[in-house]
């Protein structure tokens, strides 16, 4: 019997990543923010996906709970279903990367080898890792969610950096400290990183 893979073709558009990112006057990309849980990677996302848009470029923000109630809505936090849920991101990250947008995805992506595998779902340097470094001690004293506290006492498992292990980035493209820099100049680190690297064209100011 044949995989049911093979019932199917990639059907490619008549428009091509290249045109949108001509029409959209900048090339796509997805930043991948990992970290632990409280580091900031969702609030880091999210503002500078505001500064994106202030600036007039096309971003879009894909957050890891967000998916969790609806695409990836079922999955548990076994490390199969951490793996599945952090494929399922990149896949739709990789959608957007395609309609020529700068998509930013903010997941705790515990695992190296999860984040090797989706680098290479990526064309040749559309896949930025950010790595939102953060100690579990201030991670722990911050606990947004509650989190850690229901860890620490058994209401939740397969936590990461408590009873889950987190694998910390070996070359990442960019490293935030949140501990040590306010989130406005890590925006402005993240925005000098894309126009360096050809992203973004040269400054522009907002409502431009």
């Known amino acids: 019997m044949q995989p049911e893979s093979a019932r199917v073709a990639w059907h490619s558009s008549k428009v091509s990543k290249q045109s949108r990112q001509l029409s959209n006057g900048h090339r796509s990309c997805v930043l991948w923010f990992t970290g632990l849980s409280g580091s900031g990677k969702s609030t880091l996302a999210a503002e500078l996906e505001l500064a994106l848009h202030e600036l007039n470029y096309r971003s879009y923000m894909l957050d890891g709970d967000n998916l969790r109630l609806g695409l990836n809505r079922g999955l548990g936090f076994s490390q199969a279903d951490r793996?599945?849920?952090?494929?399922?991101?990149?896949?739709?990250?990789?959608?957007?990367?395609?309609?020529?947008?700068?998509?930013?995805?903010?997941?705790?992506?515990?695992?190296?080898?999860?984040?090797?595998?989706?680098?290479?779902?990526?064309?040749?340097?559309?896949?930025?890792?950010?790595?939102?470094?953060?100690?579990?001690?201030?991670?722990?004293?911050?606990?947004?969610?509650?989190?850690?506290?229901?860890?620490?006492?058994?209401?939740?498992?397969?936590?990461?950096?408590?009873?889950?292990?987190?694998?910390?980035?070996v070359h990442p493209e960019i490293e935030i400290n949140s501990e040590m820099l306010a989130v406005p100049e890590s925006v402005s680190i993240l925005l000098s990183y894309l126009r360096s690297q050809g992203y973004l064209p040269a400054d522009r100011k907002a409502g431009e």
């Open 83 to 169: 793996s599945e849920n952090i494929r399922r991101m990149g896949e739709t990250a990789r959608l957007f990367v395609d309609a020529g947008f700068i998509t930013l995805a903010a997941a705790i992506s515990p695992y190296q080898a999860d984040r090797e595998l989706l680098r290479n779902r990526f064309g040749q340097g559309e896949f930025i890792e950010v790595y939102v470094r953060c100690t579990i001690e201030e991670c722990e004293r911050r606990d947004p969610k509650g989190l850690y506290r229901k860890a620490r006492s058994g209401e939740i498992r397969q936590f990461t950096g408590i009873s889950d292990p987190y694998e910390t980035p």
